[in-house]
């Protein structure tokens, strides 16, 4: 974590384990030498075309990257759909009986889906789309679990040149709302309800209530997943089943320039509003391609490859859909929570489907690592030979403990750091070449320029610490934010300048050169791995009626990374009590997310603020963690201080 002082980053932590890949692996390995690197680095325009030039395009490409800072342009002149990359073409090349998809539903009903079946299944619900008026540029919101139709919806919407917009299905109905109104969308793809341990979901009350409060939407598909009776109102809504019904397996895919959009993906900042971050297709598609054949080593015909996220979030989006599915990847996708009904669901999993790559987030394996090493060990899970995370800094423990009970003490893992608006892997390890280190994301990959700054933008050297930065356009970058260019200037790109891209992340160097992530120096907390802004959280307390003003910080939490701990100021004549602050965390549950809900609320008579009215967010993180805190006398009322730390100190003594 950077130092809660300020911005200077101490190089704390030292590591001196290595993990070379195992012989057998780097010989293997699609990449089994380091002299990539410097191939990228000679020429880093050619390094991306050759993996442009992997994929089919309808119109060859007239430049490969057109930088006028802060905008890229990548492949521009250049035709392709990604539909057709990701499905039509290894049909074409003799694949489409491959499976696609090996699919677990949570109740534990399966389905298997072939490339071919995908395309018709695609095909029928893109025609569907255009039946219902959808036309190239529009934008689909979609809200769905983790089902097959999830994939066939985003590919559907990319075949005929929709933008779509998924939202996660475990966001609230106002969060729907809000992405809805930002993007202007006509169209709802949902699902009646979801499974989640055990439950049904009701998503498509959810959605009912959303569209109840915003009159953008028109038409909504909805999914038959759990067979529940849902309110339809006549005009509006349509069963997918019945709209998918009689339509023809044939639908050409529309040619979409490389610059056009692809996607629109919320994600939190440090204001209230989400951002929609947009990717477009050609770079897009090229760099989560390439990076998913080569980080995972994905050998086609061989591998049964599993990314446990879920593809509400941009993991799902790059790695379950569109980078496997350019790869010709088989995948695993499954629909539910990891301890349903069991502990070692996952593990069921590995061994029912020989799974041999694994995906997953660190808040995952320090779960898996509570629930205890035998509950794996019951398991076949040798088919495994290479093991990834991604979302939050993983601990170096955690990290061994991933190697050694679910690799087998061999399998290479590959610590991945990117982000929503990156759109693809920049910083890992590549596993035939890179000699990890626990804890350590390593290196950039080939042909992205990562470089660790101090406050005044200059490059620090091995060993020491500051600001994470990109500073060369890489072809998934972010294109904008959706209808907020100004934003996306102020936030990538004026902290060090118009060139130089601000990640937002504290990052450290070791003495190797080896880079080492800390976390996010704005006032973003990373819950599980899911970026949650405190301004949202705290809107979403005081627009409790009984709310004056809150302030939320993460404080360190061994399970979730971080957990959300919520300040909060009652107006007068209300009365603190502990019923109300359990109705605060539900109602941050039902505005936002159970996702974004505080680990606990503490009521205080005031914030701690500046003179110039800013709550000391920092403070209160000290507090929550219980650390000593420094001089609080610069505050406008410093008393208040020693006041909260009393009650946390207290409130924390009666929780042990
Ligand atoms: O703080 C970093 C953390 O997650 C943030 C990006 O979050 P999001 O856009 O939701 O995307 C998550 C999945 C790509 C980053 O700014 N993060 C992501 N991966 C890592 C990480 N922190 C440390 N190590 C990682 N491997």
Same mark, same amino acid.
């Given at each position: 974590m950077p130092s809660s002082s300020g911005p200077a980053i101490e190089n704390l932590y030292s590591e001196q384990r290595t993990f070379p890949p195992p012989a057998d692996f780097a010989e293997r390995a699609t990449i089994g030498d380091p002299a990539v690197y410097d191939e990228a680095e000679q020429d880093v325009e050619a390094w991306w075309a050759s993996h442009a030039g992997a994929l089919r395009w309808t119109k060859p490409w007239d430049t490969i990257c057109q930088w006028d800072p802060p905008f890229a342009r990548w492949f521009d002149g250049g035709q392709l759909n990604v539909s057709d990359n990701c499905v039509d073409r290894h049909i074409d090349d003799g +694949? %489409?009986?491959? &499976?696609a998809y090996y699919w677990e539903g949570e109740p534990g009903d399966t389905r298997e889906i072939t490339y071919h079946q995908l395309r018709d299944e695609v095909c029928r619900f893109a025609n569907a789309l255009k039946d219902l008026g959808v036309a190239k540029g529009d934008r689909v919101n979609i809200y769905l679990p983790m089902i097959p139709e999830l994939p066939v919806a985003m590919l559907a919407c990319a075949r005929i040149g929709a933008i779509h917009s998924v939202v996660f299905a475990g966001f609230s109905s106002q969060s729907l709302v809000d992405r809805i109104e930002d993007a202007d969308a006509h169209v709802l793809i949902t699902a009646d309800g979801a499974y989640r341990k055990g439950n049904v979901v009701p998503l498509k009350e959810s959605a009912d209530r959303a569209m109840s409060s915003t009159d953008k939407v028109t038409t909504c598909v909805v999914v038959r997943r759990t067979g529940d009776d849902v309110e339809m109102t006549e005009g509006r809504d349509h069963f997918y089943d019945d709209v998918v019904? %009689?339509?023809? /397996?044939e639908c050409p895919p529309e040619p979409m320039d490389a610059e056009d959009v692809l996607y629109i993906l919320y994600t939190s900042g440090t204001t209230g509003k989400p951002k929609g971050i947009v990717h477009t297709t050609g770079g897009y598609l090229t760099q989560v391609a390439a990076t998913h054949r080569l980080v995972f080593d994905l050998k086609p015909d061989t591998d049964v490859y599993w990314c446990a996220a879920d593809i509400g979030w941009v993991t799902g989006h790059s790695y379950i859909v569109y980078g496997p599915l350019a790869n010709r990847a088989t995948s695993i996708m499954y629909e539910g929570a990891p301890d349903h009904p069991g502990k070692d669901r996952f593990w069921e999993i590995v061994d029912r489907y020989k799974a041999t790559i694994l995906y997953t987030a660190p808040t995952a394996i320090r779960a898996f690592m509570k629930w205890g090493a035998e509950l794996p060990a019951k398991h076949d899970l040798s088919s495994l030979r290479l093991l990834g995370t991604v979302g939050e800094p993983i601990n170096p423990e955690a990290w061994m403990w991933y190697h050694e009970h679910i690799g087998g003490g061999t399998a290479p893992v590959v610590d991945t750091w990117w982000q929503t608006e990156t759109g693809a892997i920049m910083i890992t390890p590549l596993p035939g070449v890179t000699a990890s280190k626990p804890g350590s994301a390593m290196t950039a990959f080939p042909g992205i320029r990562a470089v660790v700054v101090d406050e005044q933008g200059e490059a620090v050297a091995p060993g020491g610490g500051g600001y994470l930065t990109l500073q060369r356009p890489w072809p998934a970058m972010l294109r904008t934010i959706w209808g907020d260019e100004e934003r996306y200037r102020d936030t990538y790109w004026s902290r060090f300048g118009p060139d130089i891209y601000f990640a937002g992340d504290g990052a450290k160097l070791d003495d190797d050169g080896h880079v080492w992530l800390l976390g996010r120096v704005d006032d973003v907390m990373n819950i599980s791995g899911h970026r949650i802004s405190t301004t949202e959280v705290e809107s979403a307390l005081v627009d +409790?009626?009984? &709310? /004056?003003e809150a302030a939320v910080t993460g404080r360190a939490d061994e399970m979730t990374g971080q957990a959300i701990a919520a300040f909060v100021t009652l107006r007068s004549g209300e009365d603190p009590s502990d019923e109300l602050a359990a109705q605060l965390r539900e109602h941050v549950a039902e505005r936002i997310g159970k996702i974004a809900r505080p680990a606990n609320v503490l009521f205080t008579e005031d914030l701690p603020k500046t003179r110039s009215g800013k709550i000391m967010r920092r403070l209160l993180k000290d507090i929550a963690e219980g650390r000593e805190l420094g001089d609080v006398t610069t505050l406008a009322n410093a008393d208040i201080v020693d006041e909260i730390k009393t009650r946390s100190d207290s409130a924390k003594a009666e929780e042990q």
């Open positions: +694949h %489409g009986s491959q &499976v019904d %009689g339509q023809s /397996a +409790h009626p009984k &709310v /004056a």
